[in-house]
């Protein structure tokens, strides 16, 4: 099914990663709403809490981390479904697929676009959530280097669901179903490793294992991700 | 062994062959698990510290090792799929997931129900507990996927990549009793090491544990008989399976 179409001068892997990369994040500033969608959502979940569960400082400085992480996954998630469906439904997923470039160079491209106008925001926005859930400076701090290490992890392991579910009408809810389970053991760590940080105890195992879940992630996940566009665009 | 392989490519030759292996199989497990579970449950000695509780172990250990090994072979059999497109790989996935997710199921039951006389809770969040959890709800991915899809093939493509993906879970599960201090106690069962209960504790959970594969292969070569027929509805040997009114 990979049809090359021999090009006289076939651009190089870099360049095929800028490009996409480059037409990503046009397509996303062109469409400003669907970029601030989610963030507004972040902010509203966080709030949701003080308000629903209790405003009380000691509960805020204990359940912080977590409901900004839980916050984030979820926005995420929200953002997820659009990655591969405007593209499959104009057709221009079919001609990235049909390139005779490596795909999960392109798929990355696409993952790293997402991460950029997702979960960049996500990271710039947590501290002041941070100030509001009563964080001291110190943990916020590190609730933003595990939002660094773990939103891309969010952005790479969820395209692998996005590029299951693209084809199927139902694919909004089957992608939580699908990516949720996989989410919880980077939800584990990064709460954790701020936790840790509250209580002042060594936060470098727990920074470690973040790294390493992010190495695992950015090398086998646009792999998968890859060949499951193509089994979805297979029929 | 690779005249094996290649015959198992055939749905129809694998169809002939189970259909003998099958009444075995039936016979086997249910010999010992009737066997097992009345030795365990009436004859073997109480534990020292949980008394007759314990005795639970028996049905929660093998159906906990059946959930994990299940996830394992789906994902080698959905990598079989994939690279060699071997027909019976993708309907054993498909036959597999529910009977995994069952197991699953079963064993936090289970566990829950051992948990209440001994740790006095139903359920804590404890990294053995919740990786098992996770493990159930990736089964209930893998199901939803494969009824979300209509087309065979790719269905059974997709859960293959999902089943792959998942895998990451299982070294979590395994490995979760020893990286963090919980509640949850270390394995029973290890193959290098000598267990450390008596033999009349351990032999009956053997026999359990046999017995529950026994049972296993019985319900998924059951299962994939069944999808076989349902896929291969259209072959020749098929229909003239049907209208013969032959038996199993």
Redesign the interface.
């Known amino acids: 099914m990979n049809v090359s179409v021999q090009n006289t001068a076939s651009p190089s892997v870099m360049s095929i990663f800028i490009t996409v990369l480059k037409r990503d994040l046009t397509l996303a500033y062109r469409r400003r709403q669907d970029l601030v969608n989610p963030m507004i959502f972040f902010v509203i979940v966080v709030s949701l809490f003080p308000l629903g569960v209790s405003p009380e400082k000691s509960f805020l400085q204990e359940a912080g981390a977590g409901v900004v992480w839980v916050a984030a996954l979820l926005a995420t998630l929200l953002s997820l479904d659009s990655l591969f469906r405007s593209d499959f439904e104009d057709g221009s997923l079919e001609q990235i697929v049909l390139t005779p470039q490596p795909l999960f160079i392109m798929v990355l491209a696409k993952i790293t676009a997402h991460w950029l106008v997702t979960g960049v925001p996500l990271i710039i926005l947590s501290p002041m959530l941070g100030v509001m859930m009563h964080l001291d400076f110190d943990t916020i701090k590190v609730l933003m280097l595990t939002l660094l290490l773990g939103t891309p992890v969010l952005s790479l392991v969820g395209a692998i669901g996005a590029a299951l579910t693209v084809g199927l009408r139902v694919g909004g809810v089957l992608i939580s179903l699908l990516i949720l389970p996989l989410y919880i053991p980077v939800l584990i760590f990064g709460t954790g490793t701020v936790q840790a940080a509250a209580n002042m105890l060594p936060i470098e195992g727990y920074i470690a294992l973040m790294g390493a879940i992010f190495a695992l992630a950015l090398t086998m996940s646009p792999l998968a991700a890859a060949a499951a566009l193509r089994i979805s665009l297979s029929n | 062994m690779w005249t094996f392989f290649h015959k198992l490519g055939s749905p129809k030759w694998f169809y002939d062959i189970s259909g003998k292996w099958l009444p075995w199989f039936a016979a086997i497990s249910a010999i010992l698990l009737v066997f097992g579970s009345v030795w365990a449950l009436a004859f073997a000695p109480e534990d020292y510290q949980q008394g007759n509780s314990f005795r639970i172990i028996y049905i929660h250990v093998p159906s906990a090792i059946l959930a994990q090994s299940c996830f394992m072979m789906m994902a080698i059999a959905g990598a079989i799929g ?1 690279i060699w497109k071997m027909k019976l790989a993708d309907m054993f996935v498909k036959a597999a997931a529910p009977v995994g997710a069952s197991f699953t199921f079963m064993a936090l039951l289970t566990g829950a129900v051992w948990g209440k006389p001994t740790w006095g809770t139903w359920w804590v969040w404890d990294a053995r507990l ?1 990786s098992m959890l ?1 493990l159930l ?2 089964y ?2 893998i199901m ?2 494969q009824s ?2 209509e ?1 065979a ?2 269905a059974a ?2 859960s293959a ?2 089943a ?3 895998l ?2 299982i070294p ?1 599960i395994k490995y979760s009793v020893e990286w963090w201090n919980t509640l949850h106690q270390p394995a029973t069962f290890t193959l290098t090491e000598k267990p450390a209960m008596p033999a009349e504790m351990w032999v009956p959970l053997l026999i359990m544990l046999i017995g529950f594969y026994c049972f296993f292969t019985t319900v998924i070569l059951l299962r994939t008989r069944n999808e076989i027929l349902e896929r291969e509805r259209r072959t020749n040997w098929v229909k003239k399976l049907v209208t013969k009114g032959a038996s199993l």
């Open positions: 994939l919740t996770i709800f990736l209930f991915g939803a996927l979300a899809i087309d093939t790719t493509k997709a990549v999902l792959l993906v998942g990451v879970n979590i």
